[in-house]
């Protein structure tokens, strides 16, 4: 039976080298396990934000009178009005052609309530050069009240950025929670650094 010699430079009976001694790791592997929590908050703070102001942007406020008013629109997309009551009625004309746009229904249900009151999506139209006049007014003969111009909602947009919201900071969050449970058992384990190490 034949013995394997020993490695080169190492005399035989002697064991090898000892392995280098792992200590603790450094207190920065915590703070960054932290500093990930705090990005993952802040990006669902921001995300949160960024579709609550797009889906309660407003472009006008017109009061429901009967006189006109000349309203300015973005052009991206429809536009939707917002009333406060079912016996609104309103016309968009064009200022830059003179011709009347067409009115569609909406397609689902859309309430929002806020500084201005409660309203309800009721009505979409293509904003044309986006230089219009709406004239809109309650057909009961009650007080006047208020109707909203906004952009169209675009769901699947405030679906992405719902997931988006949720699925980004959760999996910063988690990666952070990693961090911090590594950084913990391995503190647990190993002897501290030595000074000057």
């Not at 629109?73 to 200022?95: A, E, F, I, K, Y």
């Not at 190993?190 to 190490?197: A, D, E, F, H, V």
Request: charged share 15%; with cysteine; proline share 9%.
């Amino acid at each position: 039976m034949s013995v394997a010699p020993p490695p080169y430079g190492q005399a035989p009976g002697h064991p090898g080298p000892p392995r280098p001694q792992k200590y603790r790791p450094s207190a920065g592997w915590l703070v960054l396990g932290c500093a990930m929590f705090v990005v993952a908050a802040l990006v669902a703070v921001g995300a949160f934000v960024w579709l609550l102001v797009g889906l309660l942007d407003v472009d006008a406020l017109v009061d429901a009178d009967g006189r006109p008013t000349a309203v300015t629109v973005g052009t991206d997309r429809d536009r939707m009005l917002w009333m406060d009551s079912t016996t609104q009625t309103c016309t968009v004309v064009d200022r830059e052609t003179g011709q009347e746009i067409a009115l569609r229904s909406v397609d689902g249900e859309f309430t929002r309530s806020d500084s201005n009151g409660d309203f309800e999506g009721m009505l979409r139209f293509s904003p044309g050069s986006g230089h219009l006049r709406i004239t809109c007014s309650q057909t009961d003969g009650s007080a006047p009240g208020s109707v909203l111009v906004s952009a169209y909602p675009r769901l699947g947009n405030a679906a992405a950025g719902l997931v988006l919201g949720i699925a980004v900071p959760g999996l910063v969050a988690f990666v952070g929670l990693v961090v911090i449970l590594w950084t913990g058992i391995l503190w647990s384990l190993r002897p501290p650094r030595p000074k000057g190490y």
